[in-house]
């Protein structure tokens, strides 16, 4: 049960946190029998999750996750009656607010204790229910292949016509195992369970155009917790009975040494299904000479890390992701109405359709052909992993979700923790790449330096969490069918066809809300949500239709993550002071222009975005809108992200900036010269910064940050707007820097040569920052660009790219140049542009790459070019 063990280990940060109020010496011994119990429990989890086939265990683990709650509810009881450790910045305020908050809240702080005491009695009687009924609690399912007892099923062969939507990697995955090369070669399949990896290698493999060019050959399944001498028997008993030949028994010597002299010699091909680790990859691969007769490995995996160690290179891994609804409603077509030439009655489209979207998943261990291969995989992540997973049931099928969203999301539910080195958040992408390596996340796209941008997971994997969610009761979605009306709720999402919200359900134990697309129509029924539930921790608004800020929000004393993103909230009340617990305040894209001062008492803040972007005119020099901040900041410890804030004329801000030394990410716009000293020294203490957005006023304001003598060398993005004398001399020491976006520096010597030599640097973005002729993309320069924009050089007539210059380059954006009347000089060179964007160019160099134009042909096997 993954909620259930997050949920214990939720309450445990819980006590941990307590531990820094002042209390009784009897409430605090009743909490520590809470930990004792907790810590039990978490073990208790670990050793059955996953078993089958025990009713009484069922029950008990049901049991055990009520208490867990209930635990959870009265612990976090604690603080919304106990004095906030971190509300008031000055000591009379804060030792007055302690005086009235003891008068307000000293009977409900009493009375959690008789609350404790009902809990107690129930974990007595699950520990009287056990020691009575030992043998019950023994799982009737033995724990096998990655503890389900799922077994290992033969994948059945296909018709050609049937390996739907693989064409491509087929034939590519054919030429490499018949290609000629004569050394040992690794091929890995990568994909989530259920792609058909198994299926797809076997439908390859064992036509007999293809087996027949072997001499040999073996399918082994690698399980998790498999014996090495037992496979290399299994394997070799497969070897020698493809040959028709006698199982060669020699007790003289071992089953390595065995199995190494029987394929010597010999040319053999051998399928190692479903590794899930180096380890393993290392125990086995010893058993392989490594002759020159064209013998191969196959290895299917759904970790692209295990693949990438597995292959003989990274051209050796064929990847699949399931095919495309597309392809599969083709398929059923063709076998439902071999007769029609696979054309569908009208009458029967719409269930066809659905019947071929949707896969049935029974409860229990009469889990559909689809589960199967899903759950082993599911079931070999950790409790917090599982969660991770299914978040994604909280949001429609097919949605795709921002990876900082999701990471703080997580953060915000607890799922990840700090460690020594890494900060929650740091902890949460490290569980994201972990999902996407084992293939149950799909990245959606991804930023030119190989990051992430968004992800979802595939419509096969979705079905397979929505039922998981709804055994373990992780969400409830509003209007999903399946949601019940009587359940105690968890995390309540509400999608865009939700015309009335539940009123039978139980909302006190709400911990999150997502609204992700609530009728107007449903604004009170939404704000009685807010009021019944006071334990919740998420509230993700973004995109709802809301014109006003909730007061019924500012009573969620525990909330840690709010979003107000995309909404049309134009104003931000000063109760937002009572949201002391709150780490994420979303404010982008809104009509939000000035925070109340109290933000100020938000001491646990770590994320703050408060900007709003012109998506008509994103490059424009008023494209960004920040927000004031009439109060300090300088409070604002925790604080990794700070984006868009406008600095006053006398520049007090940059000040506080000083004391927040754990920022990861800052912009700052208003910039004035006369700030250029005070900003200097600010940044200079972010000795953890990645990104920085600096905007100056006005386009005739200068930006002064050249007297920086000691930069943050973490900096990844860096983006200055605003006049520069000169480039910063820093600048070129950032190796770790990956984008840059120097806009209306209007500089009169070039940039290029001193960012050319930048190791890092993938995206180059220029804007009107110099007011020269020509630009130079030297020989042998910024060797690992995939993303240039050229933009409003009112000066500038040649372009030159000299040779080995931007050789990764991938997209290359000009526009508003007018007096550049060609291509840049040596654009041919450039093998690896797949997107060339012209726009608002004057007509000359327009006709020269339209068809007959005299440029056409340097451009010509460019796949994409836009003439805007």
Same mark, same amino acid.
């Given at each position: ?43 208790? @989890? ?179 917790? &498999? ?9 070799? =008993? ?36 479903? @590794? ?15 002759? &020159? ?60 359709? =659905? ?59 607890? &799922? ?26 799909? +990245? ?69 809300? &997502? ?111 920040? +927000? ?155 060797? =690992? ?65 339209? =068809? ?17």
């Amino acid at each position: 049960m993954a909620e259930l063990a997050v949920a214990l280990g939720s309450a445990e940060i819980v006590i941990r946190l307590l531990s820094k109020f002042n209390l009784q010496p009897d409430v605090q011994n009743e909490i520590q029998g809470l930990e004792s119990w907790l810590t039990s429990m978490k073990a208790f @989890i670990e050793d059955n999750d996953g078993r089958e086939g025990s009713r009484t265990l069922e029950v008990q683990m049901e049991k055990v996750r009520d208490i867990a709650y209930d635990i959870e509810n009265v612990l976090e009881e604690f603080f919304l009656h106990s004095p906030p450790y971190t509300f008031h910045n000055h000591t009379i305020t804060r030792t007055v607010h302690k005086f009235a908050h003891n008068v307000y809240h000293g009977f409900p702080l009493r009375r959690i204790s008789n609350k404790i005491a009902n809990i107690n009695r129930n974990i007595t009687n699950i520990k009287l229910q056990r020691e009575a009924f030992p043998d019950n609690y023994c799982s009737s399912t033995p724990l096998s292949n990655s503890r389900t007892g799922i077994q290992h099923q033969a994948s059945p062969l296909l018709l050609d016509d049937e390996m739907a939507g693989y064409e491509e990697p087929k034939r590519t995955f054919i030429c490499q195992l018949v290609d000629g090369e004569k050394g040992l070669v690794t091929l890995a399949v990568v994909g989530p369970r259920g792609s058909g990896k198994r299926t797809f290698v076997k439908n390859v493999l064992w036509k007999p155009g293809i087996r027949g060019q072997f001499d040999c050959h073996a399918c082994v399944h690698v399980s998790q917790y &498999f014996n090495v001498a037992e496979l290399f028997i299994n394997m070799l =008993k497969q070897l020698c009975y493809s040959r028709k030949e006698p199982y060669p028994a020699d007790d003289s010597s071992s089953t390595l040494a065995n199995l190494q002299n029987y394929l010597a010699g010999k040319k053999f091909v051998i399928i190692l299904d479903d @590794i899930c680790s180096k380890e393993h990859w290392d125990d086995i691969k010893i058993a392989f000479p490594n002759a &020159f007769l064209g013998c191969r490995i196959v290895v299917t995996t759904t970790s692209s890390t295990v693949a990438s160690v597995c292959a003989s290179s990274s051209n050796h891994i064929c990847r699949l992701n399931g095919f495309e609804w597309s392809e599969g409603w083709k398929l059923l077509r063709r076998k439902a109405f071999p007769n029609s030439n696979g054309e569908c009655p009208s009458e029967l489209k719409d269930s066809s359709v =659905k019947s071929d979207k949707k896969c049935e998943i029974r409860r229990g261990s009469e889990l559909s052909v689809i589960a199967n291969p899903l759950l082993p995989g599911y079931m070999d992540l950790s409790s917090n992993l599982k969660s991770c997973l299914l978040y994604f049931s909280i949001f429609p099928e097919g949605y795709s979700i921002n990876r900082g969203r999701l990471i703080r999301l997580w953060v915000a539910e607890r &799922f990840a923790t700090e460690t020594a080195e890494k900060t929650e958040e740091e902890v949460a992408e490290d569980y994201l790449n972990a999902l996407i390596h084992t293939n149950l996340i799909h +990245v959606s796209n991804r930023d030119f330096d190989g990051r992430p941008r968004s992800c979802r997971v595939l419509n096969l994997v979705f079905q397979f969490i929505i039922q998981k969610s709804k055994d373990e009761n992780f969400a409830s979605i509003f209007p999903r069918a399946n949601t019940s009306q009587s359940q105690k709720i968890r995390r309540l999402s509400i999608h865009n066809d939700c015309t009335h919200l539940p009123k039978k359900s139980d909302l006190k134990r709400v911990r999150s809300v &997502f609204l992700l697309g609530l009728l107007e129509k449903s604004i009170p029924d939404f704000e009685g949500i807010l009021r019944k539930s006071k334990f919740q921790r998420v509230l993700d608004l973004q995109g709802a239709s809301l014109t006003e800020f909730s007061e019924d929000i500012t009573s969620l004393t525990l909330l840690r993550y709010l979003s107000l993103r995309d909404t049309k909230i134009a104003k931000i009340p000063s109760s937002i002071k009572k949201l002391s617990y709150l780490e994420t305040l979303d404010l982008r894209q809104t009509d939000i222009t000035e925070l109340p001062k109290e933000i100020s008492y938000l001491h646990n803040l770590r994320h703050l975005f408060a900007y709003k972007k012109n998506v008509s005119n994103y490059v424009g020099f008023d494209s960004e809108r920040g +927000v004031k901040i009439p109060g300090g900041i300088k409070h604002l410890t925790n604080l990794q992200d700070l984006s868009l804030v406008i600095v006053d004329a006398k520049g007090r801000i940059l000040k506080h900036l000083k004391e927040l030394s754990q920022l990861r990410k800052l912009g700052l716009t208003g910039l004035l010269s006369e700030h250029g000293e005070a900003l200097s020294a600010s940044v200079e203490q972010m000795k953890n910064l990645r990104n920085l957005n600096l905007c100056s006023a006005s386009k005739v304001e200068y930006l002064e940050v050249t007297e920086m003598t000691n930069p943050p060398h973490t900096l990844q993005r860096l983006y200055l707007k605003g006049l520069l004398r000169e480039l910063p001399w820093w600048i070129s020491s950032l190796d770790n820097l990956l984008r840059i976006g120097l806009k209306w520096s209007k500089m009169e010597k070039s940039p290029l040569q001193a960012l050319a030599f930048l190791p890092n640097l993938v995206e180059l973005q220029l804007v009107d920052c110099y007011i020269g002729e020509e630009l130079i993309f030297e020989a042998n320069s910024f060797k =690992k660009l995939k993303n240039l924009l050229i933009e409003e050089f009112s000066e500038l007539r040649t372009i030159v790219i000299q040779g080995g210059a931007m050789p990764d380059l991938k997209e290359m954006s000009l526009g508003k140049c007018p007096e550049l009347r060609m291509l840049p000089q040596g654009i041919h060179n450039l093998a690896k542009v797949e997107k060339l964007t012209v726009y608002d160019m004057g007509k000359e160099l327009v006709a020269r790459i339209r =068809k007959n134009g005299k440029d056409k042909e340097m451009v010509r096997r460019i796949p994409v070019v836009h003439i805007q």
